[in-house]
C-alpha cells in the first residue's frame, strides 16, 4: 500500500476521478486520515477542520503570543480541547466517554491543539477557580438544600447557589487573586502536545506518516498501481474516508425511532344496508342486553324508545330505509341540538333521569331530522373484519354472545382515586389553613350528578371534578374501576362520557392515565362499538358510536408520549375514511357507500361536515408534524388546510411565516407574512391597521433582535386592539429584552390584575413569576399573591407550575 | 448545558443570609430568544356532550390564534424558561439586574460583568461608571451581550461594589459557569482536477440539539483562486438550491457543499511549479435557530497539499471522449519539466493488450529546460471495445537516466462503429 499524500506526479483528468478514484480503505486503528492510495487518489483528505470564532482574524493585530513562526491565524485559532467534544445532549457525564470521544477524534482530525495563552493579569484559572468553587458549594451545603437545587436547575436563569458564590468572594478576598494553573487543565487537554507548539507541528507530522519510506528511496516512481484499485474500490465506493462514518457524534443519529409507516387503510366496506334489507327478519336479542349490566336505565336516556314495539320492523329497501329508520325510530340524542333540553334536577339520581326525558313527544319532523343528523355524524367505515361480524349479527346468524370477548371493547376506569385541587394544596404550604379554607371550587359531589353537572364543572374550569364525575357516572353505568375486560354494553352516552374524561385527562396533560384508559378501547373498532350491533337498543340504526372528536383525541394522544409516528399513522387512517366518505357522498352514495337515496340539502350538510372533519384531521396531523419538527410537511399540511378553511388563510399563513421563523429563516417567513397582507388588501384592509399584520411585522424584527421596533409593533396593535392579551404581553416581553425590567413587570402586573379574565393564562404568569425572580429576592411573596389571585378565580384545572412555587 | 444553580430562585434560607450580609441582590438571567408558546388544541363537535363548551374554552383562551384555534403555535411568547446550551459563534446575552431590597439609600454602586474564558478575561458591562445612589426597591439593569469565540468552560463574573448609609464599603460577586459547545462538524476534501481546477466538497453537519437554518455558507478563497460555488442549479428563471427550498438542517443532519476553484491567471502560469501546501481559503458559515439566534463561524484556513507533479508533468491537452473500434485516433499530450535542471527526454510507447500505439516509440524529444513545455500529437488505436485506460508511456532523461512511467493517463470510450451486424 503506497501513501503518499504529494510527493509524486498525479496527473488526472478530473472527469474520470470519480470512477478512477480509490482511497485506500484504513483499517480500524489507523490513525490519521490522510492516507491514500498514492497512485490513484487524487489529495483528497477528509479533515476536521478547527473551528475559529468569526471575526477572529479581525483580532489578530493583538495576538496574546509571541511565537513569531506563527501566523496570524493559528495564533487565533481555538483550543480544542476535551471540552469540545462533549456531545450537547449530555450534561453532566461527559467525563466518562471523554476518552472515547478523544480516540474517536483523534483518527479523523488535524488538531490545532493549542490555545493562546493570555497574558492579561486578572485570568484566574478556571478549574482552580471552580474547585474551589465546587468544595465550597458541597461542604456548604446541607442535605436540606437538595432538593431546593433540583428546582434551581429547572427553572428560568442561570447563576451559581448564592451560598456558595459568597464563600467562594470571601476566599478571594482574603487572598487576591490565585493566579496557578493546576494539573487538571492538562488532563482536559490530553492532546495537547506542548503548550506553545505551533500547528506547522502538526501537519508535518502528518506528512511524515503520509509519505511512505519506500517512495524516497525509489528514483523510478511507479504513479499508478492498478493493483490495489479493485479492492479500494470496493471498500469505498463513494470516496470517502471510512472515517467520517465514526465522527464521535454520529453513533446519536441512529437513536431517532425509524418512521414506521404501516398505515393500516381502512378498507371501505360495502353498504351495510344490503344486509339489513336481505334479511326481512329482526333480531331478537332483546334479552341480551339486560342480562349485561343492571343499570340498563341509563342506556335508555338517549334512546326512550327503545323498547318500544316499533323497532321489530325493519327497513324494507335500501331506497326506503331512510324514512323508515326516521319513523321508527326517533332517537334523540342529549346533545342534539333539536332536543328538547331535560330538565334535571341536581338531586334526582340516574336511574330516575329516564323518566324526566320526553320520550313519545317528539314530532315527527324533528325526529327526522335528528336521524338524518345522525346518521350524518355516526358514519364511519369498520374494518373488514368487523363488518364480518356486524353483518353477521343483523342477519342474526350469530347472536352477539357467540362473538369472542376478545374482539369486544370492554373498558373500565382504570383509577378512582379523586383528583384534587393543586391550588388549595399550595395555598395550604404558603398562606396556612386559614388561607386555603377560603378557597371554593366546586367539587365532583356538589353539582348535579348529571351531564349538567358535568358541563357546569367544565365550564367552570373545574376540570378535575369533572374527571370525578364522569367516573362516578360511568361506574353507574357498569363501566367503573376494575371493570375493564368484563362485557358490557355500550350506549351513545357511555362513549360520551368516555369522549369527555378521555379528553379532560389530555387537556389536564394526564397522557397516562389517559392512555391506560384508552387502551381497552383498541383502535376504536370493535364489533360493541357499532349501533348495527344493538338492533333491538337502536333499531336501524348505523354507524359508530364512537364520536369522532374520540377518534381524533385517541390519535392525537401518543404524540403526547413521545410516540408521534404512532399519532400519524391513527390520523392517516381517520383521514382516509374521511376521504372515502366524501367521495361516496360526491358519487351519490350514502356515507358508507351504501345506495340511499339522500336529499340534495342533506348531502349538501354531510359534505360540508365530513369536509370540516377532514380538515380536523389535517391540523391534527400538522400540529403532530410540527411537534416533530418536521417543519417542510408541517408547513405543507397546514397550506393544504387553507383550502378547507379559506376563511382562516390569514391565521394559517401566519402560522407558516411562524414556523419559518423558528427555524431561523426569516426570508421565507417575511414571503409569508407578505401574502398575509395581501390577503388583507384584498378584504380591503390597509396593512397598518390589520392586528395580524403588525404582529408578523413585530415578529420579523424580533428575529432581527430588534426589540425597539418589535416593541413599537406590538403597541401599535394595542392602539387597535388595546385588550389584545397577546400584544400586551409581547410588548412587556419586549421591554425586557430592552433592559426595562421595571416597566415590564409593572406593565404585566398591572394586567393580571386589572383582567385576571385575560391575563390569569400561565404563560402570562410564567413571564410574570420569571421576572419576579429576576427582580428581587422576595420573588416568593410575589408569587404567593399571584396564586391569591388565581384561587379566587380559577378552577381546580389552573396549572400551578407556572407560578414557580414548588 | 445547564448552569450550576440558579441566582433567581432564591430559596428563603438565603434570603435571609443575604439580607443580612448584603443591602443589594444581584440577579443574572440568560436572554436567550424567546419563545412561542403552544398550546394543545382538544376538540369536540357541537353534537358531542361538551357542546360548545370546549371551543368557547378554546376561543376565551388568550394564547390560542383566533380563528384557527386548533393551530398549536400561537402568538404569545415566553420568556426563556432554562439557561439552555449555547454554541460557538453564537451571541451570549444575559440580563444583569442588581435590586436594592434593603430599606435604606445605597451608594456609590459599581457592576461589573467579567467573562472568563480558559484563555482570557473580557469586560462586558455597558458602562464601567459607578451609579451615585440606589432608592430601595429600585434596581440597576444592564443588558450585556457578547459573540462567543471559544469552546470550553465560561464563567460570567459579575462583581458588585457599593458603600452603605454608614459608610460602610461592602463588595460582592457572584460566578455563573456555562459550557460553548461546538455546533458544526466540518469536513472537507479536496480534488484535484487535470485542469489546475481545484473542487471542494465540504461536509457541514449540525451536532447541536435544534435545527438550524444555514442562511449562508461560502468560500472565502486566498488571493491565488478564484470560487465558483457549485450548490445551485440554475433552472430556466431562477437559480435553486441543490438542497431544496427549505434550507435547514436537522440535528445531525450533513449536508454537502461544493465548490470550484480556479487559480488566477497571474498564479496559473506558475501552477505547474506551485508545490507543497496552498491555502485555499476559509470557509464562513452563518445559521439561524429559534427566531433568528444567530451565530457565526469561520473555519481555519483550509490547505491544500498541491499535487506533486515530480520532476516530469505529462498532461493532456485533447483527446476525444469516444472513439471507434481499430480506428486510429489522435492525443495531444504536453510535457513540463518541473524540475530544477534541463532534461533531455526520450519518448517510449509500450502497446498494452488493448492500446497500440501508432509511430515511433523511442522518439527524440530534445531538450527542455526548466518551467518550458511541448506539445506532442500521438496517434493510437484501441482493439478492445469499452472503457480504455491509455497507459504504456515512458519518458526517459538521458541526463540522469531516469525514467518515468505513465500509465492511466485517461480513459476513452470504445466503440463498434457498425451499429447493425447487416451493415
Given at each position: 500500500?503506497?501513501?503518499?499524500?504529494?510527493?509524486?506526479?498525479?496527473?488526472?483528468?478530473?472527469?474520470?476521478?470519480?470512477?478512477?478514484?480509490?482511497?485506500v480503505?484504513?483499517?480500524?486503528?489507523?490513525?490519521?486520515?490522510?492516507?491514500?492510495?498514492?497512485?490513484?487518489?487524487?489529495?483528497q483528505r477528509?479533515?476536521?477542520?478547527?473551528?475559529d470564532?468569526?471575526?477572529?482574524?479581525?483580532?489578530?493585530?493583538?495576538?496574546?503570543?509571541?511565537?513569531?513562526?506563527?501566523?496570524?491565524?493559528?495564533?487565533?485559532?481555538?483550543?480544542?480541547?476535551?471540552?469540545?467534544?462533549v456531545?450537547?445532549?449530555?450534561?453532566?457525564?461527559?467525563?466518562?466517554?471523554?476518552?472515547d470521544?478523544?480516540?474517536?477524534?483523534?483518527?479523523?482530525?488535524?488538531?490545532?491543539?493549542?490555545?493562546?495563552?493570555?497574558?492579561?493579569?486578572?485570568?484566574?484559572?478556571?478549574?482552580?477557580?471552580?474547585?474551589?468553587?465546587e468544595?465550597?458549594?458541597?461542604?456548604?451545603?446541607?442535605?436540606?438544600?437538595?432538593?431546593?437545587?433540583?428546582?434551581?436547575?429547572?427553572t428560568?436563569?442561570?447563576?451559581?447557589?448564592?451560598?456558595?458564590?459568597?464563600?467562594?468572594?470571601?476566599?478571594?478576598?482574603?487572598?487576591?487573586?490565585?493566579v496557578?494553573?493546576d494539573?487538571?487543565r492538562?488532563?482536559?487537554?490530553?492532546?495537547?502536545?506542548?503548550?506553545?507548539?505551533?500547528?506547522?507541528?502538526?501537519?508535518?507530522?502528518?506528512?511524515?506518516?503520509?509519505?511512505?519510506?519506500?517512495?524516497?528511496?525509489?528514483?523510478?516512481?511507479?504513479?499508478?498501481?492498478?493493483?490495489?484499485?479493485?479492492?479500494?474500490?470496493?471498500?469505498?465506493?463513494d470516496?470517502?474516508?471510512?472515517?467520517?462514518?465514526?465522527?464521535?457524534?454520529?453513533?446519536?443519529?441512529?437513536?431517532e425511532?425509524?418512521?414506521k409507516?404501516?398505515p393500516?387503510?381502512?378498507?371501505?366496506s360495502?353498504?351495510?344496508?344490503?344486509?339489513?334489507?336481505?334479511n326481512?327478519?329482526?333480531?331478537?336479542?332483546?334479552?341480551f342486553?339486560d342480562?349485561?349490566?343492571?343499570?340498563?336505565?341509563?342506556?335508555?336516556?338517549?334512546?326512550?324508545?327503545?323498547?318500544?314495539p316499533k323497532?321489530a320492523v325493519?327497513?324494507e329497501s335500501?331506497?326506503?330505509?331512510a324514512?323508515?329508520?326516521?319513523?321508527?325510530?326517533?332517537?334523540?340524542?342529549?346533545?342534539?341540538?333539536?332536543?328538547?333540553?331535560?330538565?334535571?334536577?341536581?338531586?334526582?339520581?340516574?336511574?330516575?333521569?329516564?323518566?324526566v326525558?320526553?320520550?313519545?313527544?317528539?314530532?315527527?319532523?324533528?325526529?327526522?331530522i335528528?336521524?338524518?343528523?345522525?346518521?350524518?355524524?355516526?358514519?364511519w367505515?369498520?374494518?373488514e373484519?368487523?363488518?364480518?361480524?356486524?353483518?353477521s349479527?343483523?342477519?342474526?346468524q350469530?347472536?352477539?354472545?357467540?362473538?369472542?370477548?376478545?374482539?369486544?371493547a370492554?373498558?373500565?376506569?382504570?383509577f378512582?382515586?379523586?383528583?384534587?385541587?393543586?391550588?388549595?394544596?399550595?395555598?395550604?404550604?404558603?398562606?396556612?389553613?386559614?388561607?386555603?379554607?377560603?378557597?371554593?371550587?366546586?367539587?365532583?359531589?356538589?353539582?348535579?350528578?348529571?351531564?349538567?353537572?358535568?358541563?357546569?364543572?367544565?365550564?367552570?374550569?373545574?376540570?378535575?371534578?369533572?374527571?370525578?364525575?364522569?367516573g362516578?357516572?360511568?361506574?353507574?353505568?357498569?363501566?367503573?374501576?376494575g371493570?375493564?375486560?368484563q362485557?358490557?354494553?355500550?350506549?351513545?352516552?357511555?362513549?360520551?362520557?368516555?369522549?369527555?374524561?378521555?379528553?379532560?385527562?389530555v387537556?389536564?396533560?394526564?397522557?397516562?392515565?389517559?392512555?391506560?384508559?384508552?387502551?381497552?378501547?383498541?383502535?376504536?373498532?370493535?364489533?360493541?362499538?357499532?349501533?348495527?350491533?344493538?338492533p333491538?337498543?337502536?333499531?336501524?340504526?348505523?354507524?359508530?358510536?364512537?364520536?369522532?372528536?374520540?377518534?381524533?383525541?385517541?390519535?392525537e394522544?401518543p404524540?403526547?408520549?413521545?410516540?408521534?409516528?404512532?399519532?400519524?399513522?391513527?390520523?392517516?387512517?381517520?383521514?382516509?375514511?374521511?376521504?372515502?366518505?366524501?367521495?361516496?357522498?360526491?358519487?351519490?352514495?350514502?356515507?358508507d357507500?351504501s345506495?340511499?337515496?339522500?336529499?340534495?340539502?342533506?348531502?349538501?350538510?354531510?359534505?360540508?361536515?365530513?369536509?370540516?372533519?377532514?380538515?380536523?384531521?389535517?391540523?391534527?396531523?400538522?400540529?403532530?408534524?410540527?411537534?416533530?419538527?418536521?417543519?417542510?410537511?408541517?408547513?405543507?399540511?397546514y397550506?393544504?388546510?387553507?383550502?378547507?378553511?379559506?376563511?382562516?388563510?390569514?391565521?394559517?399563513?401566519?402560522?407558516?411565516?411562524?414556523?419559518?421563523?423558528?427555524?431561523?429563516d426569516?426570508r421565507?417567513?417575511?414571503?409569508?407574512?407578505?401574502?398575509v397582507?395581501?390577503?388583507?388588501?384584498s378584504?380591503?384592509?390597509?396593512?397598518?391597521?390589520?392586528?395580524?399584520?403588525?404582529?408578523n411585522?413585530?415578529?420579523?424584527?424580533?428575529?432581527?433582535?430588534?426589540?425597539?421596533?418589535a416593541?413599537?409593533?406590538?403597541?401599535?396593535?394595542?392602539?387597535?386592539?388595546?385588550k389584545?392579551?397577546?400584544?400586551?404581553?409581547?410588548?412587556?416581553?419586549?421591554?425586557?429584552?430592552?433592559?426595562?425590567?421595571?416597566?415590564?413587570?409593572?406593565?404585566l402586573?398591572?394586567?393580571?390584575?386589572?383582567?385576571?379574565?385575560?391575563?390569569?393564562?400561565?404563560?402570562?404568569?410564567?413571564?410574570?413569576?420569571?421576572?419576579?425572580?429576576?427582580?428581587?429576592?422576595?420573588?416568593?411573596?410575589?408569587?404567593?399573591?399571584?396564586?391569591?389571585?388565581?384561587?379566587?378565580?380559577e378552577?381546580?384545572?389552573?396549572?400551578?407550575?407556572?407560578?414557580?412555587?414548588? | 448545558?445547564?448552569?450550576?444553580g440558579?441566582?433567581?430562585?432564591?430559596?428563603?434560607?438565603?434570603?435571609?443570609?443575604?439580607?443580612?450580609?448584603?443591602?443589594?441582590?444581584?440577579?443574572v438571567m440568560?436572554?436567550?430568544?424567546?419563545?412561542?408558546?403552544?398550546?394543545?388544541?382538544?376538540?369536540?363537535?357541537?353534537?358531542?356532550?361538551p357542546?360548545?363548551?370546549?371551543?368557547?374554552?378554546?376561543?376565551?383562551?388568550?394564547?390560542?390564534?383566533?380563528?384557527?384555534?386548533?393551530?398549536?403555535?400561537g402568538?404569545?411568547?415566553?420568556?426563556?424558561?432554562?439557561f439552555?446550551?449555547?454554541?460557538?459563534?453564537?451571541?451570549?446575552?444575559?440580563?444583569?439586574?442588581?435590586?436594592?431590597?434593603?430599606?435604606?439609600?445605597?451608594?456609590d454602586?459599581?457592576?461589573?460583568?467579567?467573562?472568563?474564558?480558559?484563555?482570557?478575561?473580557?469586560?462586558?458591562?455597558?458602562?464601567n461608571?459607578?451609579?451615585?445612589?440606589?432608592?430601595?426597591?429600585?434596581?440597576?439593569?444592564?443588558?450585556?451581550?457578547?459573540?462567543?469565540?471559544?469552546?470550553g468552560?465560561?464563567?460570567?463574573?459579575?462583581?458588585?461594589?457599593?458603600?452603605?448609609?454608614?459608610?460602610?464599603?461592602?463588595?460582592?460577586?457572584?460566578?455563573?459557569?456555562?459550557?460553548?459547545?461546538?455546533?458544526?462538524d466540518?469536513?472537507?476534501?479536496?480534488?484535484?482536477?487535470?485542469?489546475?481546477?481545484?473542487f471542494?466538497?465540504?461536509?457541514?453537519?449540525?451536532?447541536?440539539t435544534?435545527?438550524?437554518?444555514?442562511?449562508?455558507?461560502?468560500l472565502?478563497?486566498?488571493?491565488m483562486?478564484?470560487?465558483?460555488?457549485?450548490?445551485n442549479?440554475?433552472?430556466?428563471?431562477?437559480?435553486?438550491?441543490?438542497?431544496?427550498?427549505?434550507?435547514?438542517?436537522?440535528?445531525?443532519?450533513?449536508?454537502?457543499y461544493l465548490?470550484?476553484?480556479?487559480?488566477?491567471?497571474?498564479?496559473?502560469?506558475?501552477?505547474?511549479?506551485?508545490?507543497?501546501?496552498?491555502?485555499?481559503?476559509?470557509?464562513?458559515?452563518v445559521?439561524?435557530?429559534?427566531?433568528?439566534?444567530?451565530?457565526?463561524?469561520?473555519?481555519?484556513?483550509?490547505q491544500?497539499?498541491?499535487?506533486?507533479?515530480?520532476?516530469?508533468?505529462?498532461?493532456?491537452?485533447?483527446?476525444?471522449?469516444?472513439v471507434?473500434?481499430e480506428?486510429?485516433?489522435?492525443?495531444?499530450?504536453?510535457i513540463?519539466?518541473?524540475?530544477?535542471?534541463?532534461?533531455?527526454?526520450?519518448?517510449?510507447?509500450?502497446?498494452?493488450?488493448?492500446?497500440?500505439?501508432?509511430?515511433?516509440?523511442?522518439r527524440?524529444?530534445?531538450?527542455?529546460?526548466?518551467?518550458?513545455?511541448?506539445?506532442?500529437?500521438l496517434?493510437?488505436?484501441?482493439?478492445?471495445?469499452?472503457?480504455?485506460?491509455?497507459?504504456?508511456?515512458?519518458?526517459?532523461?538521458?541526463?540522469?537516466?531516469?525514467?518515468?512511467?505513465?500509465?492511466?493517463?485517461?480513459?476513452?470510450?470504445?466503440?463498434?462503429?457498425?451499429?447493425?451486424?447487416?451493415?
Amino acid at each position: 500500500m503506497e501513501t503518499a499524500v504529494t510527493l509524486f506526479s498525479v496527473i488526472y483528468c478530473f472527469g474520470f476521478c470519480e470512477r478512477k478514484f480509490r482511497s485506500v480503505h484504513l483499517t480500524e486503528g489507523n490513525i490519521q486520515a490522510g492516507l491514500m492510495d498514492s497512485s490513484e487518489g487524487p489529495a483528497q483528505r477528509p479533515v476536521t477542520l478547527d473551528i475559529d470564532g468569526a471575526g477572529e482574524t479581525l483580532e489578530a493585530s493583538v495576538p496574546p503570543q509571541t511565537d513569531p513562526t506563527e501566523a496570524a491565524f493559528r495564533e487565533e485559532s481555538i483550543d480544542l480541547d476535551a471540552e469540545a467534544f462533549v456531545s450537547p445532549q449530555d450534561d453532566s457525564s461527559h467525563s466518562e466517554s471523554l476518552i472515547d470521544r478523544l480516540n474517536d477524534q483523534m483518527m479523523e482530525s488535524v488538531m490545532i491543539s493549542d490555545s493562546p495563552n493570555s497574558e492579561e493579569e486578572d485570568v484566574v484559572p478556571i478549574d482552580s477557580l471552580l474547585e474551589q468553587n465546587e468544595e465550597k458549594e458541597k461542604a456548604k451545603t446541607p442535605d436540606g438544600d437538595t432538593e431546593e437545587r433540583n428546582e434551581d436547575l429547572s427553572t428560568a436563569s442561570a447563576a451559581e447557589p448564592e451560598e456558595a458564590s459568597e464563600a467562594l468572594f470571601k476566599e478571594e478576598n482574603e487572598e487576591e487573586k490565585i493566579v496557578q494553573v493546576d494539573d487538571k487543565r492538562e488532563t482536559i487537554a490530553p492532546d495537547d502536545p506542548k503548550p506553545e507548539a505551533p500547528k506547522t507541528q502538526d501537519i508535518e507530522l502528518e506528512i511524515d506518516t503520509d509519505t511512505p519510506p519506500k517512495d524516497e528511496a525509489v528514483p523510478v516512481c511507479t504513479i499508478f498501481s492498478q493493483a490495489v484499485q479493485p479492492k479500494a474500490q470496493a471498500l469505498i465506493p463513494d470516496g470517502f474516508q471510512p472515517t467520517l462514518v465514526k465522527s464521535p457524534s454520529f453513533t446519536i443519529g441512529n437513536t431517532e425511532t425509524p418512521n414506521k409507516l404501516v398505515p393500516q387503510v381502512c378498507q371501505p366496506s360495502p353498504s351495510l344496508s344490503k344486509f339489513f334489507t336481505d334479511n326481512g327478519a329482526v333480531n331478537p336479542a332483546t334479552d341480551f342486553f339486560d342480562s349485561f349490566t343492571t343499570s340498563t336505565s341509563f342506556i335508555s336516556i338517549s334512546n326512550p324508545n327503545a323498547e318500544s314495539p316499533k323497532t321489530a320492523v325493519p327497513p324494507e329497501s335500501p331506497l326506503l330505509s331512510a324514512p323508515t329508520v326516521a319513523e321508527t325510530v326517533p332517537t334523540s340524542t342529549y346533545f342534539t341540538p333539536v332536543a328538547t333540553k331535560p330538565q334535571v334536577s341536581p338531586v334526582e339520581p340516574m336511574n330516575k333521569l329516564q323518566a324526566v326525558f320526553p320520550s313519545g313527544d317528539d314530532p315527527f319532523a324533528s325526529a327526522l331530522i335528528t336521524s338524518e343528523l345522525d346518521k350524518r355524524y355516526d358514519a364511519w367505515l369498520p374494518s373488514e373484519d368487523t363488518r364480518k361480524v356486524l353483518i353477521s349479527v343483523a342477519t342474526q346468524q350469530i347472536s352477539p354472545v357467540q362473538i369472542d370477548r376478545e374482539q369486544l371493547a370492554m373498558p373500565g376506569l382504570k383509577f378512582d382515586n379523586l383528583q384534587g385541587d393543586a391550588v388549595k394544596d399550595l395555598m395550604q404550604r404558603f398562606l396556612g389553613d386559614q388561607a386555603a379554607m377560603k378557597r371554593q371550587v366546586l367539587s365532583a359531589s356538589s353539582v348535579e350528578q348529571s351531564f349538567l353537572g358535568l358541563k357546569r364543572l367544565i365550564s367552570t374550569k373545574n376540570w378535575r371534578a369533572a374527571v370525578d364525575l364522569t367516573g362516578k357516572l360511568l361506574t353507574a353505568h357498569g363501566q367503573g374501576y376494575g371493570k375493564s375486560g368484563q362485557p358490557t354494553n355500550h350506549t351513545t352516552d357511555s362513549l360520551q362520557l368516555w369522549f369527555v374524561r378521555l379528553s379532560l385527562l389530555v387537556k389536564l396533560n394526564l397522557f397516562q392515565n389517559a392512555e391506560l384508559e384508552f387502551e381497552p378501547f383498541g383502535n376504536l373498532d370493535h364489533p360493541n362499538l357499532y349501533y348495527e350491533y344493538y338492533p333491538t337498543v337502536y333499531p336501524g340504526r348505523r354507524g359508530s358510536m364512537v364520536p369522532f372528536s374520540m377518534r381524533v383525541l385517541h390519535a392525537e394522544l401518543p404524540q403526547y408520549l413521545q410516540k408521534p409516528q404512532e399519532t400519524l399513522d391513527r390520523l392517516h387512517r381517520i383521514k382516509s375514511v374521511c376521504q372515502k366518505i366524501l367521495s361516496n357522498l360526491q358519487e351519490g352514495l350514502a356515507e358508507d357507500g351504501s345506495m340511499m337515496n339522500l336529499t340534495q340539502d342533506n348531502r349538501l350538510a354531510s359534505i360540508q361536515l365530513w369536509r370540516s372533519r377532514l380538515s380536523r384531521v389535517m391540523y391534527s396531523m400538522a400540529n403532530c408534524l410540527l411537534m416533530m419538527k418536521d417543519y417542510v410537511l408541517a408547513v405543507e399540511t397546514y397550506h393544504s388546510i387553507i383550502e378547507y378553511e379559506p376563511e382562516q388563510g390569514v391565521q394559517l399563513l401566519s402560522g407558516i411565516g411562524r414556523i419559518f421563523l423558528q427555524i431561523g429563516d426569516i426570508r421565507t417567513a417575511e414571503k409569508y407574512f407578505q401574502d398575509v397582507e395581501k390577503a388583507c388588501q384584498s378584504k380591503g384592509k390597509t396593512p397598518n391597521e390589520d392586528t395580524s399584520v403588525l404582529m408578523n411585522r413585530a415578529f420579523v424584527y424580533l428575529s432581527q433582535n430588534n426589540y425597539a421596533d418589535a416593541h413599537t409593533c406590538f403597541s401599535s396593535v394595542l392602539k387597535l386592539d388595546p385588550k389584545n392579551p397577546v400584544a400586551n404581553n409581547n410588548a412587556a416581553v419586549c421591554l425586557l429584552y430592552l433592559g426595562r425590567l421595571k416597566e415590564s413587570l409593572g406593565q404585566l402586573e398591572s394586567l393580571v390584575h386589572k383582567d385576571p379574565a385575560l391575563y390569569l393564562h400561565e404563560s402570562v404568569l410564567f413571564n410574570l413569576t420569571t421576572m419576579y425572580e429576576l427582580e428581587s429576592s422576595r420573588s416568593t411573596q410575589k408569587k404567593q399573591a399571584l396564586l391569591e389571585a388565581a384561587a379566587c378565580r380559577e378552577g381546580d384545572s389552573f396549572n400551578v407550575q407556572c407560578l414557580k412555587l414548588v | 448545558m445547564q448552569v450550576k444553580g440558579q441566582s433567581s430562585v432564591a430559596d428563603k434560607m438565603e434570603v435571609n443570609q443575604a439580607k443580612q450580609e448584603h443591602l443589594l441582590a444581584l440577579k443574572v438571567m440568560r436572554l436567550t430568544k424567546p419563545t412561542l408558546f403552544t398550546n394543545m388544541p382538544v376538540t369536540c363537535e357541537d353534537r358531542d356532550l361538551p357542546g360548545d363548551l370546549f371551543i368557547r374554552l378554546m376561543k376565551d383562551d388568550p394564547s390560542t390564534v383566533k380563528g384557527a384555534e386548533t393551530l398549536i403555535l400561537g402568538e404569545m411568547l415566553t420568556l426563556p424558561q432554562n439557561f439552555g446550551n449555547i454554541f460557538l459563534g453564537e451571541t451570549f446575552s444575559s440580563y444583569i439586574s442588581v435590586h436594592n431590597d434593603s430599606n435604606q439609600v445605597v451608594k456609590d454602586i459599581l457592576v461589573k460583568a467579567d467573562l472568563q474564558t480558559s484563555s482570557q478575561r473580557l469586560n462586558l458591562s455597558a458602562s464601567n461608571s459607578a451609579v451615585s445612589e440606589l432608592k430601595p426597591e429600585c434596581c440597576i439593569d444592564d443588558v450585556i451581550h457578547h459573540e462567543v469565540k471559544e469552546i470550553g468552560t465560561h464563567i460570567l463574573v459579575c462583581a458588585v461594589s457599593y458603600t452603605t448609609q454608614t459608610g460602610e464599603k461592602l463588595y460582592f460577586r457572584k460566578f455563573f459557569k456555562f459550557q460553548v459547545l461546538k455546533p458544526l462538524d466540518v469536513k472537507t476534501k479536496f480534488y484535484n482536477a487535470e485542469t489546475d481546477e481545484v473542487f471542494l466538497e465540504a461536509q457541514i453537519q449540525n451536532i447541536t440539539t435544534s435545527p438550524m437554518f444555514m442562511e449562508k455558507v461560502s468560500l472565502e478563497p486566498s488571493i491565488m483562486y478564484n470560487v465558483t460555488e457549485l450548490n445551485n442549479v440554475s433552472a430556466s428563471y431562477e437559480s435553486e438550491s441543490t438542497f431544496g427550498k427549505m434550507s435547514y438542517l436537522q440535528p445531525l443532519d450533513t449536508r454537502q457543499y461544493l465548490y470550484c476553484l480556479k487559480p488566477k491567471p497571474e498564479f496559473a502560469e506558475k501552477a505547474g511549479v506551485i508545490k507543497g501546501v496552498t491555502v485555499i481559503g476559509k470557509l464562513d458559515i452563518v445559521w439561524k435557530t429559534n427566531l433568528g439566534e444567530r451565530g457565526r463561524l469561520q473555519t481555519s484556513q483550509l490547505q491544500r497539499m498541491a499535487p506533486g507533479y515530480g520532476d516530469v508533468r505529462l498532461s493532456l491537452e485533447l483527446i476525444p471522449d469516444t472513439v471507434s473500434l481499430e480506428e486510429p485516433f489522435d492525443i495531444t499530450c504536453k510535457i513540463t519539466n518541473c524540475s530544477e535542471r534541463t532534461m533531455d527526454l526520450v519518448l517510449e510507447m509500450c502497446n498494452t493488450r488493448s492500446i497500440h500505439w501508432c509511430g515511433v516509440s523511442g522518439r527524440q524529444l530534445g531538450k527542455l529546460s526548466p518551467s518550458a513545455s511541448l506539445s506532442i500529437p500521438l496517434k493510437l488505436l484501441s482493439s478492445v471495445q469499452g472503457l480504455q485506460s491509455i497507459s504504456g508511456l515512458r519518458l526517459t532523461d538521458t541526463f540522469l537516466k531516469r525514467t518515468y512511467e505513465y500509465d492511466d493517463i485517461a480513459q476513452v470510450c470504445v466503440v463498434c462503429p457498425y451499429t447493425s451486424p447487416e451493415s
